[in-house]
């Protein structure tokens, strides 16, 4: 079964830190850009960060910038979005995406342009 999933979320307190995990199952993720992207109660999913295939280039959104940081490691055919300094706001389910493209856009896709989707894993930031 060709799928994605995440894990490591959990509750946090403010100022914490969560590693959250996408694993793929089924296919490798090495021809694959990666993004994160997450969903608030009431709100639309943003994105959140994206990775290339290669790992060389990487992008965040300003809200999450200087404290998220994603990285891949081929061999665990995983990527994985570290979370630091974390606050209330980032309370959300994250999910992540994988997309094959020959080369890497600038912009987050449509939701239907990516090949999989994760089931999302939840972060919520309390104290």
């Known amino acids: 079964q060709l799928q994605l999933v995440e894990s490591g979320g959990g509750l946090v307190q403010p100022g914490g830190s969560l590693r959250l995990s996408c694993v793929a199952s089924?296919?490798?993720?090495?021809?694959?850009?990666i993004d994160w992207f997450r969903q608030a109660p009431g709100k639309e999913r943003e994105g959140v960060s994206r990775?290339?295939?290669?790992?060389?280039?990487?992008n965040y959104a300003d809200s999450v910038k200087g404290r998220f940081t994603i990285s891949r490691d081929s061999a665990k055919n995983t990527v994985y979005l570290q979370m630091n300094s974390l606050k209330p706001e980032d309370t959300a389910v994250y999910y992540c995406?994988?997309?094959?493209?020959?080369?890497?856009?600038?912009?987050?896709?449509?939701?239907?342009?990516?090949?999989?989707w994760g089931q999302g894993t939840q972060v919520t930031v309390s104290s």
């Open positions: 995406a994988a997309i094959r493209r020959s080369w890497y856009s600038s912009r987050w896709y449509e939701p239907t342009e990516y090949d999989y």
């Open positions: 089924g296919f490798t993720l090495d021809y694959y850009r």
């Open positions: 990775i290339s295939s290669t790992g060389r280039s990487t």
